[in-house]
């Protein structure tokens, strides 16, 4: 089998992980709703490929360092291996994935429903694209039991077990029934919407009850761990001490941290430093022919406010005329739940706003926008990170934008500039970015002109702080903080520096 780690997130080296678990015995067990990698069969033979993702790939590293266990969906309903060593060529391996079987309806039910069609838009205060079916709840549970199940099936009381995100939010308190001793860890890759919004949801009490099964539920932002603390406090009629952030439950305080995810910056500064990604940069540069790029990177999501921003893109073209023909937007967008229908309408907007704007400005061989709809690898998508004067990310919300810190890292040179959502969680890290309302069209075309004519000294300085915030915040820090404040007797520091 090979292996071969080729997507844009997957960092270069190992993670520097302290041990997981009390001292003596026990292991990591990640829990996620897919796993890092996918069983690929061609010509007889099995290949494993990694999977898209910064987070995927975070544990992958985690778990090759210091061993343990995965628990994850194959990402397809064909028939897969119900365990694999990993990584497939070492010997010793070094840990486990264990593939929780999903039939055809937990799919269409749980994840297209329930997960895509529910809590993601509830999650990102979108209620006008909430479906909420009872029918996909009664599977979300089924599907949340049989991951507590195999879960708990895996491991011993002695392990620590760190379930990801929204999917899987029920298995905490599910898995209690099984594993009342073992440390239990919730992280929360999206934003937590305010109690007004989260009141919509028909099961709210659930959903928060079954969060409450961990130790420790992490946030990316102070704001959403306030957001959190509140519908425990209003919904569930809990008491909450906010100084310390903690929920008082049944079976003792539950605590709520902020961390603040973190990228492999050291992996993305060393590729854009290779001969070849700078080669590719020097291609791209010469093939957009104009003085100016700015960027755009995306999964095709309503959330990511792609089309506001093309509407700022093209106010700002019809503001300032001087700027025809020496800017160019490089629109990236990558396929994403092509399933759901209110995706495929995204598509066919997007589509319709690109042919109006290049027909409306296209001019002596210059075409404005660039639309790339395509999933990059992680050579091409630096390159591109590189040959751009400004990243342009305008997130409706976000939880956290992994690709401005992407952006941060890879583009090496002190000439770049960032313009960043406000709502993206971010921001509240990325204070040198040029912050602005992805509602506000005339905003986004300001922020636009600001960048592009920002002097040198400023967009420097800009740079270097951003730079140095992202390096020191890292992928390998944020795992790190959150196991010690996990298990706190290993670092008694971990509470304080986990914003308690």
């Not at 491991?155 to 899987?168: A, G, M, P, R, Y």
């Not at 790190?480 to 008694?492: C, I, K, M, V, W």
Request: overall charge positive.
């Amino acid at each position: 089998m090979d292996y071969k780690d080729k997507q844009a997130s997957s960092p270069g080296s190992v993670i520097a992980v302290p041990t997981a678990h009390p001292p003596g015995s026990g292991r990591l067990v990640v829990m996620s709703n897919r796993a890092p990698i996918r069983v690929v069969r061609e010509s007889g033979r099995q290949r494993i490929e990694p999977t898209v993702g910064g987070v995927g790939t975070t544990f992958l590293r985690l778990l090759e360092h210091q061993g343990g266990l995965w628990i994850a969906w194959s990402g397809t309903q064909k028939k897969t291996p119900g365990r694999l060593l990993m990584p497939p060529d070492a010997d010793p391996a070094r840990f486990q994935i264990v593939f929780c079987p999903l039939d055809e309806r937990d799919v269409s039910h749980y994840y297209y429903g329930m997960c895509n069609r529910g809590l993601w838009p509830l999650m990102h205060f979108m209620t006008a694209n909430c479906h909420f079916s009872a029918l996909h709840w009664r599977y979300y549970e089924t599907v949340n039991r049989k991951f507590a199940a195999l879960a708990a099936a895996e491991s011993t009381d002695n392990d620590v077990i760190w379930v990801q995100d929204f999917h899987l939010a029920l298995v905490p308190r599910m898995l209690r029934e099984q594993r009342a001793r073992a440390p239990v860890g919730l992280f929360w890759h999206v934003p937590f919407p305010p109690e007004q919004i989260f009141r919509v949801f028909p099961w709210r009490a659930e959903l928060l009850e079954g969060m409450l099964g961990a130790d420790l539920i992490g946030f990316h932002t102070r704001s959403y761990v306030v957001q959190f603390l509140n519908c425990c406090e209003r919904i569930l009629g809990l008491r909450v001490d906010r100084t310390r952030s903690e929920i008082a439950t049944y079976r003792g305080p539950v605590r709520v941290g902020v961390f603040p995810l973190g990228i492999p910056a050291d992996y993305f500064a060393n590729l854009a430093a290779t001969p070849r990604v700078k080669e590719r940069t020097e291609r791209i540069r010469r093939a957009l022919r104009t003085p100016h790029v700015v960027l755009g990177v995306d999964r095709l999501d309503y959330t990511k406010g792609i089309l506001e921003r093309l509407q700022g893109f093209e106010r700002f073209l019809e503001t300032n005329p001087a700027y025809h023909r020496k800017v160019t937007l490089v629109l990236i967008a990558v396929p994403s739940r092509t399933k759901v229908a209110d995706y495929a309408a995204l598509k066919r907007e997007l589509d319709e706003l690109v042919g109006r704007i290049i027909g409306h400005f296209s001019s002596e061989g210059w075409v404005p926008i660039r639309y790339l709809y395509t999933q990059f690898g992680a050579e091409d998508l630096v390159a591109y990170y590189q040959a751009a004067d400004v990243a342009l990310l305008t997130p409706l919300r976000d939880g956290m934008n992994l690709v401005a810190k992407e952006y941060i890292a890879a583009h090496l040179g002190e000439d770049g500039a960032l313009i960043l959502s406000e709502f993206a969680g971010a921001a509240e890290e990325l204070t040198q970015a040029l912050l602005v309302n992805p509602y506000d069209i005339d905003a986004i075309a300001a922020r636009i002109k600001q960048a592009l004519a920002m002097a040198p000294n400023e967009r420097a300085a800009r740079m270097r702080a951003m730079r140095t915030h992202v390096h020191r915040n890292n992928l390998e820090h944020w795992s790190e903080l959150f196991l010690s404040a996990l298990l706190p007797e290993r670092n008694p520091a971990a509470e304080a520096s986990a914003g308690y």
